[in-house]
């Protein structure tokens, strides 16, 4: 049975208030370093958490990093498939717009680096190249496909039980002198910058980072806005506490991620509030209305730290959808919607507006869960047992998009351990990036290897590959050990323009029936004549020598 109620409202939000009471009832191909290359701008030659006081002076310039810390995450990544590709008339505005800075980044950390490099090393100090860097970066992103992020150095460059394409790339000392004199900003001029922003020792290159990722990927109709937490325990300004999280103590980012994918689209470093400044009124929705910039047609879901009733009006005004749970505080909740007393369990209470929906779902006993939509305009109940709204279940749905980011990412992390913040926030660009790069390589390659559930890992090893070849190709001393000399040999002996990796390739090899072998004997094979490309089994395969194959 159901009951209509007209009741007064508290608040100016809900004037015409209606509450239903419902009981329980019966185009073109990249390769792997192409896409990293767009996300890390390569593709040019030229308070509801508790904010810590920290010493805001510089541990970042006088900290010797130590490569060997390791975090607790250790989690399966998805397989979740993103939403789109810009089109093509995008890509050419993406493309033009990437021709002003795409090299800007990589040109900052470079000069900044070697200018460190020069006042720490001095003499002993050879200027890095961007083959120098590319291979640093690759090295990171071979050390946490191999879990190896929580390793020793020393142990990964160890001649009997290291990786041979580590010694192969460069030296242990070498990997060690870039991770201590590694910058993103002028050290001479950051205090008057860091009285402004406290992120001003790599403002520059987090700012372009960010500005590139929506240009590349258009997210699919449900966009989820969330915070995350970097860890990170050393001196910082703006390092967080949120004892909800993992880690507990970190660097705070506010993202929007796409909720399929989880593909992120925009991303801000929180620096809590300016110093001597007042604590920020309805930061909530200041964040949601910053990250979401650019953005119609979509739904955005959030918790209960930014959804609002004037939150839902902001984003429909922008022809957005908001979906999220809502806290019991709200003053422009009616308070019959808030009574517990005498509600059957799984029983739902609905209250409209011409615009918003809300719902009190009562799923254990005394205990209601708030959830306010723009989205949905009906009391609409799903069949299962438990009778929960649809609404309920949407936001279910697609709540998850930066959790999983960040589940994804400190799968196959490259965060070593440091003392110095920026080198923490470069360390996450870096995992972020590899991760939008898989998307968009799934996205532009959906055949790629996949009947395989590991095929993230598969991808960030052949990236990892493709950006430590150029150096290794360089390298004009021998390697001491085997192991690396071999490594160094075959990718030196591989055509320079041979790509690592090839898209139409589906990771398993074909298999047909001998062209030499009568039919009737049904002989299956999967070798190949490097001539004529018949298939022939291993009784008509003839082996030769590289020097007589040549002939």
Known sequence: MEERLSLPCPSHCFNALSLRNTPKMSSRRFSAEEVL???MNWDSDEEEEISETEDPSEPEDNAIDDP??????????????????????EKQETSSTEGTWTSKDEKIILNMTNLEGRRVFQEKWKPLDPTDLHAYIGILVLAGVYRSKGEATASLWDEENGRPIFRATMSLETFHM??????????????GRRERDKLAAIRDVWDKWVEILPLLYNPGPHVTVDERLVPFRGRCPFRQYMPSKPAKYGIKIWAACDAK???AWNLQVYTGKPPGGAPEKNQGMRVVLEMTEGLQGHNITCDNFFTSYRLGDELQDR???MLGTVRKNKPELPSEILKMQGRPLHSSKFAFTE???LVSYCPKRNKNVLVMSTMHKDASLSTREDMKPQMILDYNATKGGVDNLDKVTATYSCQR????WPLVVFYNIVDVSAYNAYVLWIEINQQWNASKLYRRRLFLEELGKALVTPKIQNRARPARTPAAAAVITKVQGRASDQPTMDPSDTGAKKRKRCQVCPSRDDSKTSTCCVRCKKYICRKHTVTFCPSCGEH
Not at 68 to 89: C, I, K, M, R, T
Not at 178 to 191: A, C, E, H
Not at 417 to 420: F, G, P
């Open 417 to 420: 351990k440091t003392a110095r």
């Open 68 to 89: 060997d810390y390791q975090f607790s995450h250790d989690e399966e990544d998805s397989e979740d498939e993103s939403a789109g590709v810009p089109s093509s008339d």
């Open 178 to 191: 870039i991770s201590r004199v590694i910058r993103f900003d002028n050290r001479d001029t950051r205090p």
């Open 319 to 321: 022809k957005l959808t």
């Open 355 to 357: 615009k918003t929906t």
């Open 37 to 39: 290359s767009q996300l």
């Open 261 to 263: 994918s989880s593909y």
